[in-house]
């Protein structure tokens, strides 16, 4: 059969003009008759295999069940479809659900419900299309989420993550099976294995990579080596002062910059000496000035301890040397080096010539990778001073980071004020790291720039970006002040035409966000 079958796919390549059908068959016809007859002969000679072993069962899910109403408002997120650009003003008004899947999740997470087996291929699908999402569906989803990824490959991104997949990995303390895993795993299940060890014991963690280290792969050593970030204390100087010298620049870099977060680090000692030779109090000048003097060269010891001697298009090598040795050293040293009492005096010192921008962006660095509070303040000043709105000497994007080392409550105040004074035009970036739900003078300071920017007869789109976190994040509580914002104003002959419409359909969207958050709330709430 298998010769014949061979004889009329040739005949067919060919055509029956060049190559004569089988069997004494005539034309095309023929030929097709005859290769579905075989066909049929083919199939229905097949000998049956054996039958496929079954699944093991699901394991359980000890957790409670999520609320019924809950786990329908769920169903509803997960059937809601991406948006088409553009959309009509109707559109405009109604939530956008697709954004509130994160809050729910993190909401039920919080309070340790179970996924509705019936929901979690859809969970998993939602997890497979969006990466931000994973994390959270896979510990809402727990340990039966590996076993459908396990039937299904295009889950198996499930099977990689870390301990959120609902026992990916081993017990920290399970000594065995962590090093079968450290020595068998992939890649990303070394990486979660190696973040899990380093929270329980950083010890542990560092000697578990110190085992395989000269055998890694440069780009896997980078990966490994940046796991140090957690717990990070002196006991990981020994081992990141080694690594120093090792063959990947990028290695060494981030070597440097964990070794310079540790004040009493020998390395944050070395770029300390280099960096306050470069910085003086001249006290001969009518008022205290700071004068700086670069370094002139970026010599061996300065690459080995982390400076990268070539400078980006548009800056000078000087500078750039400068920025990266005050970067690195201890901020503690400054005030004794410039003699003054603390971060805030130091700060508010002159600096000579163009350096002032250079020093303070240098200290910004610094107080964020040293994770500093005293500085951050320093260096971010009252909110309400004309630098704050810009330009100054730090630039927003820096003020962002320095808020990140600041307490939430604190955070939140400090750009209610800088909201307050400036607008919102400058607060997107600033909102982005304030905690959700935003503190109750943080929000009723946005919904104020809001209404005042609707008076103004701005278009509503100028201010589109902070809309979309109100929805997030804002109070839900608020949603009370926001009833007198949802009708259509009067427009003034100055503001833009058919603005006062737009802002009515944005703060009729605001208002059912805000609702519908509330109600997913109340239903997740046994």
């Known amino acids: 059969m298998s010769g014949e079958w061979d004889e009329l796919v040739v005949a067919a390549l060919l055509g029956t003009g060049r190559r004569a059908v089988p069997s004494g068959g005539e034309g095309p016809s023929e030929l097709l008759d005859m290769a579905a007859r075989h066909t049929v002969r083919r199939r229905a000679g097949l000998t049956p295999g054996p039958e496929p072993e079954r699944p ?236 700086v003097e670069a370094p002139h060269e970026c010599d061996p010891a300065m690459e080995r301890d982390g400076v990268t001697p070539n400078p980006p298009p548009g800056r000078g090598e000087r500078s750039w040397w400068l920025g990266q040795l005050v970067e690195a050293a201890p901020l503690g040293v400054w005030p004794g080096r410039l003699g003054v009492a603390d971060a805030r005096e130091t700060v508010a010192l002159a600096v000579v010539d163009d350096w002032r921008g250079e020093l303070h962006a240098a200290w910004c660095r610094a107080a964020v990778r040293q994770r500093d509070a005293e500085w951050s303040r320093a260096l971010l000043g009252a909110p309400a001073s004309p630098d704050a709105g810009g330009p100054g000497a730090v630039s927003l994007a820096e003020r962002a980071k320095l808020l990140g080392a600041l307490p939430p409550a604190e955070r939140a105040d400090w750009v209610a004020g800088f909201i307050a004074a400036h607008g919102l035009s400058e607060a997107f970036q600033l909102l982005g790291g304030c905690g959700v739900p935003w503190a109750a003078g943080l929000g009723r300071a946005v919904v104020d720039a809001l209404n005042i920017a609707r008076d103004a007869g701005s278009y509503p789109w100028s201010f589109s970006g902070v809309m979309g976190l109100a929805e997030r994040c804002l109070d839900p509580a608020e949603g009370e002040r926001l009833e007198g914002l949802t009708a259509t104003p009067v427009e003034s002959e100055h503001a833009a035409p058919g603005a006062g419409g737009y802002w009515a359909e944005s703060f009729q969207r605001l208002l059912g966000t805000l609702r519908l958050r509330a109600a997913m709330l109340q239903e997740l709430t046994p």
């Open 56 to 291: 093991v069962p699901a394991p359980p899910d000890p957790r409670p069940p999520t609320p019924a109403a809950a786990a329908a408002r769920l169903a509803s997120l997960l059937r809601e479809q991406p948006r088409a650009p553009g959309g009509t003003s109707r559109r405009a008004t109604t939530p956008d659900l697709r954004e509130l899947l994160p809050q729910w999740l993190a909401a039920a997470n919080s309070r340790g419900y179970a996924a509705p087996p019936e929901q979690l291929p859809a969970l998993l699908d939602a997890a497979r299309g969006r990466s931000d999402l994973r994390p959270a569906v896979l510990v809402y989803a727990g340990p039966r989420a590996r076993w459908l990824a396990g039937l299904n490959p295009e889950w198996r991104f499930a099977l990689r993550a870390g301990p959120g997949a609902g026992g990916a990995l081993p017990a920290p303390d399970d000594q065995r099976a962590v090093a079968r895993l450290w020595q068998e795993g992939l890649f990303a299940e070394r990486t979660a294995l190696l973040d899990a060890v380093r929270v329980h014991d950083p010890a542990a963690g560092r000697a578990l990579l110190g085992a395989t280290w000269p055998t890694e792969r440069a780009e896997d050593r980078l990966m490994f080596l940046d796991s140090f970030r957690t717990g990070l204390g002196p006991d990981d100087e020994e081992f990141l002062e080694a690594a120093l010298a090792d063959r990947s620049r990028n290695v060494r870099a981030t070597a440097a910059e964990l070794l310079s977060a540790l004040p009493s680090s020998a390395l944050a000692g070395r770029m300390a000496a280099r960096a306050v030779a470069c910085v003086a109090l001249d006290r001969m000048r009518p008022v205290p000035t700071v004068v």
